[in-house]
């Protein structure tokens, strides 16, 4: 069966870095690609305006995020508090706003640390053989089997104060957080990567290139990483969504953000308990969430087929 | 191959003697003592937690420890819960059955939704079919279990009244009715742990499959007239499930490990549970049983998947 | 409030002007707990009224499955060596101790045939002494019967160093015990004792069998089969148990309550959390029981309006406060941080700490977060006026904390924070975490906000801040930040062990490894010599006006801020009777409780 396996054609555009039509650049091949996919433009729009709207909002919508007011607690969506309030009455329009700023940041960041950290580690892996693959992958069944709880505990209480020296209090439960949440994230993608990588080596198009005298790192950079993109990209858009998560589980240990401070995770985990009393609450959390994580997968989608070498479109 | 095997297996004692060490060594230098409660009460003098922390021998070095932790579970001596004062072995027996059950119930939930979902909607990329899909699948993975699980307490406990919600590891009923009742009982944490699972699942498998569903052995095979759904399951899937085995192998030691926040929720006497009330009571013997036949598992899967990835693609080679 | 102010007080009960509860909730409201205001009234000749207590079945058995859930799972059932709450609870299904305190501060008897007091004789008038006649043909479940040596053995296991008993801060200041016949123990104090009642009392009393338990004294403790499988001489019988997750047990045929237990077979079920544990009684009534509902109000109500249970509170001692350092966190002296060598930068002055008191808005923290689970505390007792006016608010005004600052000389600066000789007033408030503790926090800074100070909020798990690890600088005892607030729990029915936690040298420390109680190293050299005075007055009444001279000193510096005086709130599903105190575990009168059909 795998001996059916013919060339692929990224074979050939693989073969032909040297033939002059070169000018039909891949990069921008694949943003005409990336654009012929409806959803995937769609989606860079939504989550340029979901962008647009906390960063400008604080402008706009100038209510306090910790205005406490006892007599409009848990209020239902009105012209004064369009997404209603929690229980002490605060503007929830103000904490979304404010809390989204930290959300996508954090998520995007945790997003990027960890599938930088699982691709190189486990295109390293999957590329080598012997004791390099054999150290990488005791790393990573190490980072698998480590309890998460104690070692954040851990974390937090070597590195906080150190961090909040380094670059003050805000930034440093960012840099905190954004390291933990892609330091615990990045075991999956090694391991698919190391294994695309190992079915990927032997194929005919990696043969034929490393005949042509390519470089080892060359023979990753353009034929191997580029076909195992696949995983990649879905475990990236899945990753967003768990770090934002993540981050919500974080600041109930006291690791992450000072608790007067809302962020997505923390605004739908409050919320969980008054769900059957002022749904509200939960509703617009989970859904600013659920839209990011539709956009980024659409994205992840598109950039998935614009990338795919093998796509002829 | 049996080379292979044997020198893979030898190399996972060091491995795994260095993942043990590494363990015990966070999990001594992690905040927190055993005896926190104890200390906010008026009532019982430092000297009975000192005493109690002399007589489980906390106070001595940690390489100390560490080797009489590591002597003690060479010859079968899992040590002694702290909280409970019950043997380690003894308290993750009792919960074992309830983790394979609900939590392995769930994965395989998860895996007989993910394939067969999965590959259909890859089979027609932008289909009705894969957009309904994937929106299911979005939807559950930006969804926390925390969350997921609360929603079907409120719809079919509170609300319908249909299922309970308080887990129970020791039904008194007999016969059918256990079997009735364990069923009922097992509905809501499986479905919210199952389709969480199944939504990555989900996405994974369909970009697998996408990868190899155009490639020119799979038109070739079309060509020859082979019929169609023989070419999905022989030649596109097989080749579409390195990933897939990669990710199970990643899942299956959580069989064994639970799903906490699951598990507290539904008040599933599971690992996980137990895992997460040693945490907070920095019950040390226990999360270190816990963590590491955990990490033995982790090991083992992992071992099992590089031997898979061969058999599914014999191209690949073991060196 | 003094000496005099009591004795009248009492003077008032005995002549019926004043009703018994109502004297005993005044007490509450200085400090004191109900058992002390109990134990005055019994000194000075007013008879013992324990309410009896209602059980009205007519039989024992026939009430079917009693389920209860807790959502800290009990871990084991040893009473002696019960890690929490939860542990006493589980253990009292099965164990007794000879008496209980029941929810206006009485003594009841439960093994013991009668209340040891000055009139029957059994209490020594030089408080060296006392005995109790226990209660005869009590049999353990084995069948056994339950006699003195059972007692002095309970003593003899609880004080052995190497059993590690957590409950021997009861029995240590017991010298010796004498048998005097099978159902009669004298107990010989090595000083005069005013709280005699403190050893085989209530939750740290159970009595366990000796000839089950002599065996495993001392470093074989642990291997007790009987820790796990208990024998004892309860209304239920032991079937089953799964740390950390479910007990199961039986009626005991041969209760020695005649008509009890009404209850065939008790369930209990652990793990989870508080809100759903108050969804499975007072919501969908799949409980009977529900433990320590630590819910916001707000929840509660609207799971109570499901209408198959309600929440019920009760009184106890357990006192929510805000501690402000006496000493500089933020400076290192000798290898520690709030060393007692330094002083704090601004809580030094009176003013701020009085604008600090009139800025924590107590009333609405007890309104819109605690609800009926707290009451904000009277705790102020600056003259007998106030006290004699319950309703008394505290005061919170945020125009009255700025125009004392201002008096002060504490002026705002360019960004609006108030500061004097180049020190503003920023501070780190730190608690654990738990969502009232946070939204508490989210309203005092608000007030500080308006105020002119800055506060950097900072919560810490639990687990951590609560653990007594001299290693870790996030712990409450170390202190190493300006505010802190939590809740002081007084387990005991007697405030001397509570008080000790403002003495000097109780202070906190990197040299006693922050073991230490006094958390906020406030100290005073009269609050510790009065203390030296209350510890061996064998006047309940002397002994209570000392107490309350204590909790003046303290609360009238300013540094300890009491907040709210927290309920203890249990679930219970429509038609249960459940006797219940505050000074005593939730399940002390499990053998009365019943369901009304």
Not at chain 1, 87 to 99: E, F, H, K, N, P
Not at chain 2, 137 to 155: C, H, M, Q
Not at chain 3, 397 to 406: D, G, H, Y
Not at chain 3, 533 to 553: C, G, T, Y
Request: aromatic share 10%; proline share 6%; net charge neutral.
């Amino acid at each position: 069966m795998a001996g059916l396996t013919h060339a692929s054609p990224s074979v050939e555009t693989a073969l032909a870095p040297a033939s002059k039509k070169r000018r039909f650049s891949p990069g921008r091949d694949a943003i005409r690609r990336f654009l012929r996919h409806r959803l995937a433009a769609v989606s860079i729009v939504v989550l340029a305006l979901l962008a647009l709207a906390i960063v400008v909002g604080p402008w706009i919508w100038r209510v306090p995020i910790n205005e406490i007011d006892f007599t409009a607690r848990l209020a239902a969506p009105s012209w004064d508090h369009p997404f209603g309030t929690d229980d002490l009455g605060q503007d929830l329009l103000a904490r979304m706003i404010y809390g989204g700023r930290i959300s996508l940041a954090v998520g995007f960041a945790a997003m990027a640390v960890g599938l930088f950290v699982g691709v190189v580690i486990g295109a390293i892996a999957g590329n080598s053989k012997g004791p390099v693959d054999a150290a990488l992958m005791w790393l990573t069944d190490l980072f698998l089997s480590l309890p998460q709880l104690p070692l954040l505990l851990l974390v937090i209480y070597l590195f906080r104060d150190l961090l909040k020296g380094l670059v003050g209090p805000e930034g440093g439960t960012f840099v905190l957080i954004v390291l933990v949440i892609g330091g615990f994230r990045w075991m999956p993608v090694a391991r698919l990567v190391r294994a695309q990588f190992l079915s990927l080596r032997e194929k005919e198009f990696v043969e034929a290139a490393r005949a042509l005298g390519a470089s080892n790192f060359r023979l990753v950079a353009r034929h191997i990483l580029p076909n195992a993109l696949g995983p990649v990209i879905v475990a990236g858009t899945i990753d967003v969504a768990a770090a934002i998560i993540a981050e919500s589980t974080l600041s109930f240990l006291g690791l992450g953000f000072p608790p007067d401070i809302p962020t997505w995770g923390r605004l739908l985990f409050d919320a969980k308990d008054y769900l059957d009393i002022a749904p509200h609450w939960a509703l617009f959390a989970g859904g600013a969430i659920f839209l990011t994580v539709i956009a980024i997968n659409f994205i992840g989608d598109g950039l998935r087929d614009a990338l795919d070498p093998r796509k002829v479109m | 191959m049996g080379n292979y095997l044997l020198r893979r297996l030898i190399v996972a004692v060091p491995s795994l003697l260095g993942i043990s060490l590494i363990l015990f060594v966070l999990l001594a230098l992690a905040p927190g003592d055993p005896f926190g409660e104890l200390a906010s009460n008026p009532n019982i003098p430092p000297e009975v937690r000192e005493a109690l922390r002399v007589k489980f021998g906390m106070d001595d070095p940690i390489m100390v420890r560490y080797v009489r932790w590591l002597v003690a579970m060479i010859h079968g001596d899992w040590g002694f819960s702290f909280a409970s004062r019950v043997n380690v072995d003894t308290l993750i027996l009792q919960r074992i059955p309830a983790t394979l059950y609900v939590v392995g119930t769930a994965q395989l939930l998860a895996l007989i939704v993910a394939i067969p979902v999965g590959v259909l909607a890859a089979r027609r990329p932008y289909s009705i079919f894969d957009q309904i899909a994937n929106t299911f699948a979005f939807i559950g993975f930006s969804l926390p279990t925390f969350f997921t699980g609360l929603l079907l307490i409120l719809i079919f406990s509170v609300n319908l009244g249909w299922l309970p919600f308080v887990y129970r590891a020791d039904i008194q009923a007999t016969g059918w009715m256990w079997w009735w009742e364990n069923f009922k009982q097992a509905v809501m944490p499986v479905t919210v742990l199952g389709l969480y699972q199944a939504a990555s699942y989900t996405r994974y498998v369909r970009s697998a499959v996408l990868d190899v569903i155009k490639l020119d052995y799979v038109t070739t095979a079309r060509s020859k007239g082979l019929d169609e759904s023989k070419v999905i399951v022989k030649h596109v899937v097989r080749n579409a499930l390195i990933p897939v085995v990669t990710l199970v192998a990643l899942q299956m030691p959580t069989v064994f490990g639970g799903a906490i926040v699951t598990e507290q929720i539904f008040r599933i006497p599971g690992i996980g549970s137990l895992l997460i009330s040693a945490i907070l009571a920095n019950d040390t013997p226990v999360i270190m049983a816990v963590t590491f036949v955990f990490a033995c598992l982790v090991v083992l899967f992992n071992l099992i998947a590089d031997i898979l990835y061969g058999w599914l693609d014999p191209r690949i080679s073991f060196r | 409030m003094n000496e005099r102010d009591l004795r009248s007080q009492i003077a008032d009960v005995k002549t019926g002007r004043l009703s018994r509860r109502e004297f005993v909730q005044r007490m509450i409201a200085v400090g004191l707990t109900a058992p002390m205001a109990g134990a005055m009234l019994a000194h000075s000749g007013v008879v013992q009224a324990a309410e009896p207590i209602t059980y009205k079945p007519t039989k024992a058995g026939g009430g079917g499955p009693l389920k209860l859930l807790f959502w800290q799972a009990p871990t084991l059932l040893n009473p002696h060596f019960a890690n929490g709450t939860k542990d006493q609870e589980a253990s009292r299904l099965f164990y007794e101790p000879l008496a209980g305190w029941d929810a206006d501060g009485n003594l009841v008897p439960i093994l013991a045939a009668e209340i040891p007091s000055k009139e029957n004789g059994l209490l020594a008038a030089d408080g060296l002494s006392v005995t109790w006649k226990l209660k005869q043909g009590v049999k353990w479940h084995d069948g056994k019967p339950f006699t003195a040596d059972d007692v002095i053995f309970n003593w003899e296991y609880s004080v052995n160093p190497d059993t590690a008993a957590v409950s021997v801060g009861s029995y240590r200041g017991i010298k010796s015990i004498d048998k005097i016949d099978d159902y009669t123990v004298k107990l010989n104090f090595k000083q005069p004792t005013p709280f005699w009642a403190d050893p085989f009392v209530a939750a740290y009393g159970l009595v366990i069998p000796k000839h089950l338990f002599a065996d495993y004294i001392g470093a074989k403790s642990r291997e007790a089969p009987t820790n796990l499988k208990p024998v004892g001489t309860g209304p239920y019988v032991y079937v089953d148990f799964k740390p950390g997750d479910s007990i199961a047990a039986k009626r005991n045929p041969d209760y020695h309550q005649a008509n009890r237990p009404y209850f065939d077979t008790v369930e209990v079920k652990g793990g989870g959390d508080a809100v759903s544990a108050a969804r499975a009684v007072l919501q969908t009534g799949e409980y009977d029981y529900a433990y320590n509902l630590q819910v916001e109000d707000e929840i509660l109500t609207k799971l109570e309006a499901g209408g198959q249970g309600r929440a019920q509170l009760t009184v106890t001692g357990h006192i929510e406060y805000i501690a402000l350092n006496t000493t500089d966190p933020w400076t290192e002296v000798d290898g520690e941080r709030s060393s007692v060598k330094t002083k704090h930068p601004f809580f030094t002055d009176p003013a701020v700490r009085k604008a600090i008191n009139l800025l924590i808005d107590r009333a609405s923290v007890q309104k819109f977060i605690y609800g009926r689970a707290g009451v904000a505390t009277a705790n102020f007792l600056n003259n007998p006026e106030r006290f004699r006016s319950p309703n008394n608010k505290f005061e919170f005004s945020i125009e009255k904390a700025n125009q004392i600052l201002e008096e002060a000389g504490w002026k705002k600066n360019s960004s609006g924070i108030r500061e004097k000789d180049g020190k503003p007033i920023k501070l780190v408030f730190q608690t654990s975490i738990n969502a009232p503790r946070q939204k508490n926090q989210a309203i005092i800074k608000q007030a500080f906000q308006k105020a002119g100070i800055e506060v950097e909020l900072k919560s810490v798990v639990a687990s951590v801040f609560f653990s007594s690890d001299p290693a870790n600088p996030d712990t409450y005892p170390h202190f190493y930040c300006d505010m802190e607030m939590y809740q002081t729990t007084m387990p005991q029915a007697d405030p001397q062990f509570f008080m000790n936690q403002f003495t000097s040298w109780e202070v906190s420390t990197k040299e006693n490894k922050w073991q230490g109680r006094n958390i906020s190293r406030w100290r005073n050299k009269e609050y510790d010599e009065t203390y030296k005075q209350a510890s061996s007055e064998l006047d309940p009444v002397k002994r209570a006006a000392l107490f309350i001279k204590l909790n003046d000193l303290v609360v009238q510096d300013n540094y300890i801020l009491p907040e709210i005086n927290r309920r203890n709130c249990i679930g219970l599903k429509n038609g249960m009777v459940a006797n219940k105190s505050g000074w005593d575990n939730d399940l002390w009168q499990i053998a009365n409780w019943y369901r009304e059909t």
